[in-house]
């Protein structure tokens, strides 16, 4: 007993397995006693997740909760978790995701029982390692193995072009990885470990280890791995498909978490390991972002399907957060991280609500809907308050991430802020436009005449979401105050190396010239 | 005059025992009634054992036996110890299928049993002429073994493909070590090294000498089917019996990659930069071919022969990254390789029924919810094929990437790693009509016979062992690895 408290990272982490190796042994036919393990395990592990939360202290410096043994002899590959001011949010997103994934799926998974939810734990396994890993390669294992059931799911329970999307989901994610995997390599070549704290220390410790083409080729493999994932704007072509195809339980994790780990991948590997490369390139991946947050806006904006809609609306979000980080700065970057969660939080909700419109009547189109908020006032209501906080209305947790972002895109240069502005404004427009001709006026179907409200199983849902929403959005300041020095670690490697000359201004721009 | 003494024997026991088995298979086959052959398939997996129990008697008294012609070393036993590990999944795995089929002969178990020699001699000789006899004892006997369904014209096209495209490869083979006697007065590799390593004066100037490495290696290209000589492959793999497939896909590839370590990495070392070359250049026509051309199948014998092709260029990639760096990764590849290729082939021939009638993709749709086991071994074999972690392919392929990246072949990585990723399509279509399509499948609902049942446990635990537990096995490896120099 005393071993599971001291090991609270290795525990969270192989909980959801355990809970997936039980439902492995129970029957077929067993579909609710199935459905109440995996809301028990899921429960169990955000309560746990909570608990890592809450003990972390945000005045230490460094890894927490760290665990290191050897596991593999030849290479050296140890079993080496910790988490610091970058992963501890999302662990608490991951689980508190996995958790209302399970309740939204309470009904509408009815083929298959065992293998949705069996595969649904043994993904939030792969995700929380990818959080809590500080081995290269251990990383790497826990990011490809979650492919595999997120395949699964998307693949057995999606809507009708589920194959293709399962497909083009993996081999997106999967040439990334592969070009990483050779980055991990030379990097292990270079350094003898696979150790992340390892391989940062003999890099910051010489300027010398990594030639400047050297660090820019392994910049770019481990970024493009990313980039798919997040996705940023020329590689995001397999997010609507995937995101639109995916169960209502898929789509959540996918939106919620899976892309928070590309973003999570740049600001915890890319950014301290090749601090050079980074700064060379930040302009162009800020460039980049902002392409994809208009863009990924204009393209929501026209969308018949809601789904397809929410899912560029996570294009033009993901914009926000990896322009965030390409400021380096501490507002900057800690807006990323707190946009990441909000946006998981708010575009998870919003596909769980749209998915209780699709099990309610078998479609999506926004032309086939108006006037709901006549019919269905809860849902209306809650809805309301998900997009409000999508959009960034203040008080809510859209806000505070977003305002992050851009006090520090105006601070590294003005020009960015400004079109991040704009960026705001859109989602605004594409989420009250579709908010409007769903919701407002009169019944223009009949068939949604009688449609029945929320349950009380939704309502637990939306409730805690909004609960959620309101705590991110009013009191920020316990989760801000646990992500300080995470960031600021960040922010000292990538000033430390030599200052590029033409970038130097970029960084600092009060700093005056001598 | 080479005198024979007890050691000589001792040096080649395994060998030996597997050769009187064989012999004593075919003198007991008029007397075991036909239905009741599998009598003899226990008595050879026996066999099997009593070698693999010889193997250690072995172990104790190294050295070269025969004048120098046979080597007992950690390299050869380790080659031999995973071909009989091979020769027992195919026993396990084909006596269901034999007596499915109505072929069940005792010359197949007798066949089986002179393959595993010819291989095994394949890989401890350390003289060219015994291993040609290596190389022609288990070609003759796996050509028969293709052809084994008589009446099956699919089958006799495979064996006469395999016998004509053979015997020119062995002949290439042959022709080459003819231009290295002629060259050098000798054919045991290790005075060919000695003469090559010390003067250097042959490679970089004469035009045969290159001539002769490239006709050994297009021997042996031919047997480990890398692109531009794997035109037999699928044809051969698709009619041959699927557990001889099953045998054919892994043993003699193996045997002869055994010959190309020990050729190329060991004896011709001073060729360095033309084999390297020579082997860069198939390695990347191999893995972007092989990849490719499996995308369009639709036949999953046909699918897992080009992917079969594929993976012999992963094993070039290590053999590329050099002695040093490459040889214990291309061992441990092997071995991971023939634990999850015997057992996809064994199921799949399973799975066929009767005549092989069901080998096409589509009658595999639905096959994940009416025999969850069967396709959940499946879905693991693929997996690992692909390379996902936890399983054994991934770390197969990730430590011959690691070996080449750490020679610095920086581009043949990248190539490896992207056809890989191709590859990961063609093993999902397999996933994907056992999990995704409705519908019932075809495939033959026989349950499966616990000989198989064994056979495909050990695959997959070893997949799992290889795939979580790695380090140790490497260590293995490198300690086999370390008689090549």
């Not at chain 1, 972002?289 to 560029?312: F, N």
């Not at chain 1, 809510?396 to 851009?406: K, M």
């Not at chain 1, 179907?445 to 009013?474: S, Y």
Request: proline fraction near 5%; aromatic fraction near 14%; charged fraction near 10%.
């Amino acid at each position: 007993m005393s071993w599971l408290l001291d090991h609270p990272l290795t525990v969270l982490t192989f909980l959801p397995l355990a809970g997936a190796l039980i439902i492995a042994f129970l029957g077929r036919d067993a579909a609710a006693r199935i459905r109440w393990v995996s809301l028990g395990v899921s429960l169990l592990a955000f309560a746990l997740a909570l608990k890592v939360f809450l003990d972390f202290s945000p005045n230490q410096p460094g890894m927490q909760f760290i665990e290191h043994r050897p596991w593999i002899t030849a290479p050296p590959i140890s079993y080496h978790l910790g988490i610091d001011g970058l992963s501890v949010l999302l662990i608490l997103l991951t689980a508190f995701l996995t958790l209302l994934a399970v309740l939204a799926s309470w009904t509408s998974i009815t083929n298959r029982v065992k293998e949705f939810f069996l595969f649904l734990l043994t993904l939030e396994t792969g995700m929380i390692g990818v959080f809590v890993s500080l081995d290269l390669f251990l990383f790497f294992i826990f990011w490809e193995a979650m492919l595999i059931p997120m395949y699964f799911l998307i693949g057995v329970w999606g809507h009708e072009r589920r194959v293709y999307a399962a497909i083009k989901f993996i081999l997106y994610t999967m040439t990334g990885s592969a070009l990483m995997l050779v980055g991990i390599l030379y990097l292990y070549n270079v350094t003898g470990t696979f150790d992340f704290e390892a391989i940062e220390l003999q890099l910051a410790g010489s300027v010398q280890a990594l030639s400047g083409t050297a660090q820019v080729w392994l910049f770019l493999a481990f970024f493009l791995a990313f980039a798919i994932k997040v996705p940023m704007f020329p590689f995001h072509t397999w997010l609507p498909d995937a995101h639109v195809e995916a169960p209502t339980a898929g789509s959540v994790i996918l939106a919620g978490v899976l892309l928070k780990m590309g973003t999570y991948g740049m600001l915890r590997f890319c950014l301290p390991l090749f601090p050079q490369a980074s700064r060379e390139f930040a302009p162009f991946i800020s460039v980049l972002a902002i392409v994809g947050i208009i863009y990924g806006s204009l393209v929501a904006m026209v969308q018949p399907d809601m789904k397809k809609l929410v899912a560029y609306s996570s294009v033009a979000h993901l914009g926000f957060v990896v322009l965030g980080i390409f400021t380096f700065t501490i507002s900057g970057m800690e807006g990323a991280i707190y946009q990441m969660c909000s946006h998981g939080v708010s575009t998870g909700a919003l596909f769980i609500l749209v998915g209780m419109l699709y099990d309610r009547r078998h479609t999506r189109l926004i032309k086939e809907f108006g006037g709901l908020a006549t019919t269905l006032p809860v849902y209306s209501t809650f809805f309301m308050i998900v997009v409000l906080s999508s959009l960034g209305l203040p008080l809510l947790n859209g806000f505070v991430g977003e305002f992050l972002i851009i006090v520090g895109a105006f601070h590294a240069r003005p020009l960015f802020g400004a079109l991040a502005a704009l960026g705001v404004v859109l989602a605004a427009v594409y989420l009250l436009w579709m908010y409007q001709r769903v919701f407002f006026g009169p019944v223009t179907n009949e068939k949604n005449r009688h449609l029945p409200d929320c349950t009380g199983r939704e309502k637990i849902i939306l409730v805690a979401v909004v609960l959620v929403v309101l705590w991110m959005g009013i009191y920020p300041q316990p989760f801000l105050r646990r992500l300080d020095l995470g960031v600021a670690r960040v922010i000292y490697r990538i000033e430390q190396g030599p200052p590029h000359f033409a970038l130097k201004k970029f960084i600092r721009p009060a700093e005056p010239s001598r | 005059m080479i005198t024979v003494q007890a050691n000589d024997l001792i040096r080649i026991l395994p060998q030996a025992i597997l050769a009187g088995f064989a012999i004593l298979v075919m003198v007991f086959e008029p007397f075991v009634p036909a239905g009741r052959k599998t009598l003899l398939g226990w008595f050879s997996l026996f066999g099997v054992i009593a070698a693999g129990a010889a193997t250690v008697r072995t172990s104790f008294s190294p050295g070269l036996a025969f004048g120098g012609s046979v080597s007992a070393d950690r390299f050869s036993l380790f080659f031999i110890c995973l071909f009989l590990l091979v020769a027992a999944l195919t026993l396990l795995g084909c006596f269901d299928y034999l007596e499915r089929d109505n072929i069940h002969h005792g010359e197949f178990y007798a066949l089986l049993l002179m393959a595993t020699v010819g291989m095994c001699f394949m890989a401890a000789s350390t003289e060219l002429v015994m291993i040609f006899l290596g190389l022609e004892i288990s070609s003759l006997a796996t050509y028969i073994l293709a052809g084994f369904k008589r009446h099956d014209p699919l089958s006799n096209e495979a064996s006469l493909k395999y016998f004509l495209l053979g015997s020119f490869a062995t002949a290439f083979f042959l022709y080459g070590i003819a231009f290295v006697y002629g060259l050098t007065g000798t054919t045991n590799l290790l005075a060919l090294r000695e003469r090559l390593g010390s003067s250097g004066s042959l490679f970089p100037w004469s035009p045969l000498a290159g001539v002769a490495v490239l006709l050994m290696f297009v021997g042996l290209a031919f047997k480990v089917s890398t692109v531009p000589f794997h035109i037999w492959t699928p044809d051969v793999y698709q009619g041959a019996p699927a557990p001889v497939t099953a045998f054919l896909s892994v043993g003699p590839k193996a045997a002869a990659f055994a010959v190309v370590l020990r050729i190329f990495l060991g004896a011709f070392t001073a060729a360095g930069s033309l084999t390297f070359w020579v082997i860069w250049v198939s390695a990347i026509l191999t893995m972007c071919l092989g990849n490719l051309a499996a995308l369009l199948q639709s036949n999953v014998k046909r699918l897992l022969a080009y992917s079969a092709i594929a993976h012999a260029g992963y094993v070039l990639v290590g053999i590329a990254a050099g002695p040093r760096e490459g040889t214990a990764t291309v061992l441990f590849y092997l071995v991971a390789y023939a634990l999850m290729n015997v057992g996809a082939f064994v199921l799949v021939g399973h799975l066929a029924g009767t005549g092989e009638r069901w080998t096409r993709l589509e009658d595999y749709t639905g096959l994940g919810y009416e025999r969850p086991g069967v396709a959940a071994c499946l879905t693991v074999f693929m997996l690992s094929l692909a390379g996902f972690p936890t399983t054994a392919g991934f770390f197969a392929k990730f430590y011959i990437f690691r070996a080449a990246i750490h020679s610095e072949l920086i581009g043949l990585t990248i190539v490896a790693v992207l056809t890989s990723v191709v590859s990961v399509y063609y093993y999902f279509r397999l996933i994907v009509v056992m999990y995704m399509r409705e519908g019932k499948t075809a495939t033959s609902r026989t349950p499966l016979p616990w000989a198989l049942r064994v056979a495909v446990a050990v695959s997959v635990v070893g997949i799992f062992y290889l795939g979580l537990y790695p380090g140790d096995f490497l260590l293995l490896t490198n300690l086999a690895a370390l008689p090549l120099p």
